[in-house]
């Protein structure tokens, strides 16, 4: 008979190495989802045992005990409790803990053990702990907390094998053994006895050895260092940005070339007709020109996911709490606002590890201001059609310069506008706390990494398949209808819709240099900003021919003055060109009204930075 | 307790430079200054084994008015503001 499918949930504090765990059990069968009305991601992965039972896990977020004092530690709470809305009840709950730091998880699961579950404690990352000397005596501990230990080594090939065997033999007779929970908040006495308990336990069954961990103690050395740790943090950033432009072209240009090619294949296949300057000029050159950036992506992702990995993150949220907290940021703040590099949607979610409510509206506010990959294609296509590829002062050069220099706007005008934010809608008000775990050091593993990567880049290619491909389509279909009348020279987009709406807007922008076509390609950039480069590409196409759609760069070029180009750079730090984000903070903040804030605060500034730096490129000369 | 600690005062982790060591005597929360309720803060700090007897060192601090400071707290090290620690008395 087929045994019905086997629940599990995977407890721990942050650092304990559950997601490695995750990533090892599951491997790509993983499904990311959020859970019904909060925004906390779920993410559930399937496998099958040794002995043929289908299982489901449940990564939880990470928390060091269940008083569920933010929404992701509220979730893992009633999780675990069974009273999540529309979620199974786990079967079995594995308590997982870094087997070198195990007071904080003793004292949770000791918490956990009230709740009736039955449940797992996994050592994990046990090589590391018999590396730096500390034994445990794992059939003690298991008597002494009355629950199964087993090891594991998450990252090792066969690692799991225990735990997988153990998860067989106890699902065989759960059934027999579930118990009602007499779990309650516990009182700060509680807490202080069970932390007692733990460490007595722990003084029973592991001997730590007097040394730390050396190599952390040495890294954290320079990289805490007060002066040092900026540098260190400065050089890494400046390194990241270089590399995402440079690292990343080659790529760029094969995919480049492969749509390329892909459209002159339907070009010379398809008769001459709508139906082939849909598919070229809409489907092909629109979705391409955005797909192009997906090596950019994985490049930043790389390093974040690295950086995460490393156990670098959090030392950066140390070294920038009282330099944010200057502009009334938390430095927890800190995760999210790095994450917005990547993209402001994940960030904002983010947030959530800020439970100050002030704080977390705040980084909100301000976390579109960083630069997010969607940014990258506008600039990228920009810089290079107008900033030479030359080097200055021998050694940089002059593009990722700009570039640099672009993500540092963004920067700075984010910190200003939460000083702004702090001094004049939130005055009083006491800084919240900032208490982390720093963790000790690991070597990032290439199969984690691997498996981050990929869910991003997913997302990535499936919004690239349905919200920019529907916007190229409505794009398409408006510079293309009505079609021109027959016999008329000019080219066949002044009689488009399109036409008429960029014209229509074209007085409004033109202060800041704006032709009617950018007017054109803003709209459609307000579903997702990268749309912007396909639809220029897609405007000068359908007025320009075929020749124009293979060299966006080089046509823009030749249309626009350097002053436009810039213009259009300062246009795209600043503005709200982004729906789905305005709807995240919607979600995230449960109001209209702070989404209406942001919105409008970002396009006055946008306004504002294009037409001082339009007006001061025209003095200069640049018109 | 030895006659160690009985000797040495007792102070707030919350004044203590890079390089000091020493055992944690007791958690008081009264008047830290902390945005956090007397409880909330006690939690949050036994959570993160800032408890009785754990021995502490000061690794690192911050470089503008010397915060937030790394602590190692028995085998792990938490990153906490001043303010906080103030309310865990050492000696």
């Known amino acids: 008979m087929e045994l019905p499918l086997l629940h599990l949930a995977l407890v721990g504090t942050p650092n304990s190495g559950k997601t490695s765990l995750f990533n090892a059990l599951t491997g790509s069968r993983q499904k990311v989802a959020n859970y019904p009305g909060v925004t906390v991601e779920r993410k559930e992965g399937f496998f099958v045992t040794p002995l043929g039972r289908q299982v489901s896990v449940v990564d939880l977020p990470g928390t060091y005990s269940l008083r569920g004092r933010s929404p992701d530690e509220e979730i893992t709470r009633d999780f675990v409790l069974g009273k999540a809305s529309g979620e199974t009840v786990p079967d079995l709950v594995l308590c997982v803990a870094d087997s070198t730091n195990l007071r904080l998880t003793i004292r949770l699961l000791l918490e956990l053990k009230r709740t009736g579950r039955p449940m797992i404690l996994v050592l994990n990352m046990f090589d590391i702990a018999a590396r730096r000397g500390i034994t445990v005596d794992v059939e003690r501990l298991a008597k002494e907390l009355g629950v199964p230990v087993v090891t594991s080594i998450a990252v090792r090939k066969g690692g799991t094998a225990d735990l997988l065997a153990l998860t067989d033999e106890i699902s065989a007779k759960l059934a027999a053994e579930q118990q009602d929970s007499s779990w309650r908040a516990l009182s700060v006495a509680e807490l202080r006895a069970t932390q007692r308990e733990a460490d007595r336990i722990i003084a029973d069954c592991v001997s730590l050895p007097a040394r730390p961990d050396t190599w952390t103690a040495r890294i954290d050395a320079i990289v805490l260092h007060p002066v040092g740790g900026l540098i260190v943090l400065a050089l890494i950033l400046f390194f990241m940005f270089q590399a995402v432009f440079a690292w990343a072209q080659p790529l760029m240009d094969l995919l480049k070339s492969g749509f390329d090619g892909l459209g002159e294949f339907v070009h010379a296949t398809l008769p001459e007709g709508l139906l082939q300057s849909f598919l070229q000029d809409g489907v092909i050159s629109g979705v391409g020109s955005v797909i192009v950036f997906l090596p950019q992506i994985i490049i930043i992702f790389l390093f974040i996911l690295l950086l995460e990995d490393f156990g670098y993150m959090a030392r950066a949220a140390f070294l920038m709490d009282r330099i944010m907290g200057g502009a009334g940021l938390h430095g927890r703040a800190f995760i999210p606002l790095l994450s917005s590099f990547a993209c402001a949607i994940p960030g904002i979610m983010s947030t959530r590890v800020i439970d100050n409510k002030r704080d977390r509206l705040t980084t909100i506010l301000i976390a579109p201001l960083m630069t997010c990959s969607a940014r990258i294609p506008v600039y990228t296509l920009i810089i290079s059609a107008f900033i030479p590829a030359k080097d200055v002062w021998g050694f940089i050069n002059l593009q990722g310069l700009v570039m640099f220099g672009l993500y540092a706007t963004g920067i700075t005008s984010a910190l200003a506008v939460s000083f702004v934010i702090k001094f004049f809608m939130i005055r009083d008000y006491g800084p919240a706390p900032f208490m982390l775990e720093l963790p000790d050091y690991k070597v990032p593993r290439l199969k984690s990494i691997a498996i981050g990567i990929y869910t991003r880049a997913k997302m990535f290619l499936v919004r690239a398949g349905t919200t920019i491909f529907s916007m190229m389509v409505l794009i398409w279909f408006l510079a293309s209808f009505p079609q021109p009348p027959a016999g008329a020279t000019e080219p066949a987009i002044d009689f488009s819709l399109a036409a008429m709406i960029g014209k229509a807007l074209e007085p409004l922008l033109a202060p800041v240099g704006f032709n009617w076509q950018i007017a054109v390609a803003l709209i459609p950039g307000m579903a997702a900003r990268e749309v912007a480069v396909a639809a220029l590409g897609t405007v000068y196409a359908i007025e320009g021919g075929k020749e124009a759609a293979e060299q966006i760069g080089q046509v823009l070029a030749t249309k626009w003055s350097l002053a436009t180009a810039l213009s259009m750079l300062a246009w795209y730090v600043f503005a709200p060109q982004c729906a789905s984000t305005l709807a995240v903070i919607r979600r995230e903040t449960g109001s209209w009204g702070w989404m209406a804030v942001t919105f409008f605060y970002m396009l006055v500034l946008a306004y504002a930075a294009s037409f001082v730096t339009y007006n001061v490129a025209v003095a200069l000369g640049a018109g | ?91």
């Open chain 2, 1 to 91: 307790m030895t006659d160690h600690d009985d000797k040495r005062a007792h102070m707030p982790l919350g004044l203590a430079l890079r390089g000091y060591t020493g055992v944690i005597q007791h958690l008081s929360t009264k008047d830290t200054g902390s945005a956090l309720s007397d409880i909330e803060l006690e939690s949050r700090l036994i959570e993160l084994g800032f408890v009785e007897g754990a021995r502490v060192e000061v690794l690192h601090e911050g470089l503008v008015g010397r915060d937030p400071i790394a602590v190692r707290v028995d085998n792990i090290t938490i990153a906490v503001r001043r303010r906080e620690a103030m309310a865990v008395i050492v000696a």
